[in-house]
């Protein structure tokens, strides 16, 4: 294998768009809760690390579902990286994530720990089961604790922003499952979206995000403001849109990525609204 394909399949199984976004997502609320530039920075080292972990571990324990069904945008399918390469790379961020982590700060580094061990555990089986939408709810409901927990005087978040968090994992879970429903059925993977099927999922998908944007509208102190009624307009337009799409016909049929888009920008709105909530958070977390 040509060393450069070999970095590029490593760096691709690590599904950078989903660390990338992250990433920057809690960088953000923590720049916004008041955060130092240099605790920022930490946070973000942290939690790449462990978004890089998950990501990898991924990969390496679906590398026989992918290569099975000859998924060419799977770098261990298309023979872009080895398993074993991926599965070592996975073990070297998850080691980098704990030191990272603490140095954040006890509280919130055992916050940030609790949901990567909830995304590896979702890899490496309840993927599979009913209870598939739970790592989600779990990982992304701690989110806001582990931005306010490294604060001065290591505050709880408020319950608004923990529902809001836990909502958006539950509608992360679904939008990241939905375009791949059919295959997943095919190759035994049973979690709640592929039991539900991709109708049902096309019309509940987006209640989770559209729950998120409420909350973050309603929940903090104050009134809605202009911001907040025209996130939610555009929310339940787009959840109407995305309940409305006819069906595709056929797997990667024309018009089948229009829920998986539709609830992206849902997804979007609903980050937004979080981070621009930042310094509500961290001032009503006590």
């Known amino acids: 294998m040509v060393e450069g394909m070999g970095v590029s399949g490593v760096v691709r199984a690590s599904h950078p768009e989903a660390c990338g976004v992250v990433t920057v997502l809690v960088a953000a609320l923590a720049a916004a809760s008041g955060a130092s530039a240099a605790h920022c920075v930490l946070l973000a080292a942290a939690v790449l ?62 916050a940030h720990l609790a949901g990567v061990a909830a995304a590896w555990a979702y890899n490496l089986g309840v993927k599979r089961t009913a209870a598939s939408w739970l790592p989600y709810a779990l990982a992304f409901g701690l989110l806001p604790a582990v931005v306010t927990l490294g604060l001065p005087g290591n505050p709880w978040p408020p319950a608004w922003a923990l529902a809001a968090g836990a909502l958006l994992g539950v509608g992360a ?66 959840a109407a849109a995305t309940t409305a799409a006819p069906a595709a016909p056929a797997e990667g049929a024309a018009g089948s990525r229009l829920p998986f888009l539709t609830t992206l ?22």
Not at 59 to 86: H, M, Q, S, W
Not at 186 to 215: F, W
Not at 223 to 231: L, N, R, S
């Open 173 to 238: 879970h679904v939008t990241n499952v939905l375009p791949d429903i059919d295959a997943d059925l095919a190759a035994g993977v049973r979690g709640l979206p592929q039991r539900l099927g991709r109708r049902r999922c096309r019309v509940l998908g987006p209640l989770p995000l559209l729950g998120a944007s409420a909350v973050l509208v309603f929940g903090p102190p104050g009134p809605a403001g202009p911001a907040g009624w025209a996130a939610l307009a555009l929310t339940g337009t787009l």
């Open 49 to 110: 690390s462990g978004q890089l972990s998950v990501g990898w571990c991924n990969d390496a324990v679906d590398a026989p579902r992918d290569t099975a069904a000859a998924r060419r945008d799977k770098p261990l399918a298309a023979g872009g990286a080895g398993r074993r390469a991926i599965a070592a790379a996975a073990g070297c961020a998850l080691a980098a994530c704990v030191p990272l982590s603490l140095a954040v700060g006890r509280l919130a580094g055992a």
């Open 265 to 286: 920008v849902l997804a979007l709105t609903a980050v937004t609204l979080l981070v621009l909530h930042g310094a509500s958070l961290a001032a009503r977390g006590r």
